[in-house]
């Protein structure tokens, strides 16, 4: 039997933010900061789990190491906002309901949908059932878990983004006993300028990765893969890190989504079928100047926070305003003292400038860090969120003068 729950007095505009990841967190914390003092506005927060699940630092935890436990409903303390814990399963855009582990029900006059993505394991045949993953804590610890056991023998790290790359170094630095094979389509850091690219390269040397690039892996076997070509490369484990998938969610709530399920808004971050719905992170296709933002922290976070001052403008009577994001730097670890931090254009193009070793590894752990203390500063002052490189002209839409 399913509960019904009302979000909120009777007369208060509820607002569910669904997902308590980097943009849904900053969407909710961004809120509920600024309608501290107002009655007539109910923030709910829904996410699976109570503990902030850091997804910068998940290939730490797939090697064993602890991370801080950071308590969401603590963080929530002293705003109005209300946590929810469970699994959505089901969002009815027409009836504005969100439908929790089946059985309970919330109603919202406005959604901010944050439910992230994970790696894409349906992009390979046998991935979904042979390879161990990132995407949440639960398999990190799986796979760290494995990692420790094993004793001697291959790791495989399927994809050679950036993902795949910090996650083969972490790997490696942490057990050296490993012999780890990093295989992706392009060379380690192919978007990066030159003297990145050969940085990376030198630094997964000393570490002892095998680097196998321009190869495409056609299947996940129970003992390794297949590549392209029929070429057998034999493994103990596999991780899978290529790609991102996003939850089938939208579509099914038949909000519009791009070829990939993630949402389509308008300038402003709201569905261009639902508008009282609102997208972010990783679940948006937002558009800039520059083309399509693909999904990071650095710009997920100011969605969320783009969403809550539009939210807030819109029940004041005003237009939200467009949103607009310029990237400026991609740090990479390498394990725990070294890593590279590429300094970027808006549109994510690489400048000449760059960090490599200790102090990009102090550089690189500085901003996974800040999150949360951005968070807690927020709380007390919520402008204090609102400051993300706009872009300048390469941000600049036709829509958006
Ligand atoms: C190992 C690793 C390293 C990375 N390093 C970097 C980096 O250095 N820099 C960078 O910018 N990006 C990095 N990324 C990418 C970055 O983590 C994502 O872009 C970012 O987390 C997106 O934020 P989000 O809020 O959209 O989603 P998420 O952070 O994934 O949050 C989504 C939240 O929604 C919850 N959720 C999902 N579905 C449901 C459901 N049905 N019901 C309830 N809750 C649900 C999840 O549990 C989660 O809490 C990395 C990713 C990985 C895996």
Redesign the pocket.
């Known amino acids: 039997m399913s509960a019904r729950h009302e979000a909120g007095t009777a007369t208060a505009h509820r607002v569910v933010v ?7 967190l900053s969407a909710a914390i961004q809120l509920a900061a600024r309608v501290k003092q107002r009655e007539d506005v109910q923030v709910t927060l ?4 109570e503990r902030f ?1 850091e ?2 630092r ?2 730490m935890t797939g090697t064993g190491q602890q991370l801080a436990e950071l308590s969401i409903p603590e963080l929530l303390e002293g705003t109005r906002a209300q946590f929810v814990r ?3 399963t089901a969002v009815d855009a027409d009836a504005k309901t969100v439908r929790i582990d089946d059985d309970r029900v919330l109603c919202y006059d406005t959604l901010v949908y ?4 994970v790696a894409d394991t349906a992009a390979v045949p046998g991935a979904e059932e042979h390879a161990y993953t ?1 995407n ?1 804590t639960q398999d990190a610890e799986v796979l760290a878990d494995r990692l420790a056991r094993l004793g001697s023998g291959t790791v495989v790290v399927g994809g050679s983004g ?2 795949g790359v ?2 083969a170094a972490e790997i490696a630095e942490q057990h050296p006993e490993l012999n780890v094979v990093l295989l992706g389509r392009h060379g380690p850091g192919a978007a990066m300028n030159p003297r990145v690219r050969a940085y990376l390269q030198s630094a997964l040397d000393r570490l002892g990765v095998e680097v196998r690039s321009g190869v495409e892996v056609a299947k996940i076997l129970p003992a390794g893969v297949e590549l392209e070509g029929g070429e057998s490369v034999d493994a103990d484990v596999v991780v899978w890190t290529s790609g991102t998938r996003v ?1 089938p ?1 939208a579509a099914a709530a038949g909000l519009s989504v791009d070829e990939r399920g993630r949402v389509v808004t308008d300038v402003a971050l709201r569905s261009v079928s639902h508008p009282e719905v609102y997208a ?4 948006v296709a937002v558009r800039q100047g520059y083309g399509d933002m693909h ?4 710009s ?1 976070m100011p969605t969320g926070v783009h969403a809550a001052v539009s939210i807030l403008r819109t029940l004041n009577g005003k237009e939200p305003r467009p949103f607009r994001f310029g990237y400026y730097h991609t ?1 990479v670890s390498l394990g725990r003292n070294d890593a590279v931090v590429q300094f970027t254009r808006p549109d994510d193009s690489p400048r000449r400038i760059h960090l490599t070793g200790r102090m990009a590894a102090r550089y690189k752990e500085a901003v ?1 860090a800040s999150p949360w203390p951005t968070w807690a500063r927020m709380k007390k002052m919520p402008a204090s969120g609102a400051f993300w490189p706009r872009g300048g002209r390469f941000t600049r839409v036709p829509e958006a003068r």
């Open positions: 669904l997902g308590a990841g980097y943009a849904g829904v996410n699976a789990q699940t997804r910068l998940l290939h469970g699994w959505v944050g439910l992230g993505s990132l949440s950036l993902t910090e996650s939850s969610l972010v992170g990783d679940a999904g990071t922290c650095q997920g740090p996974t």
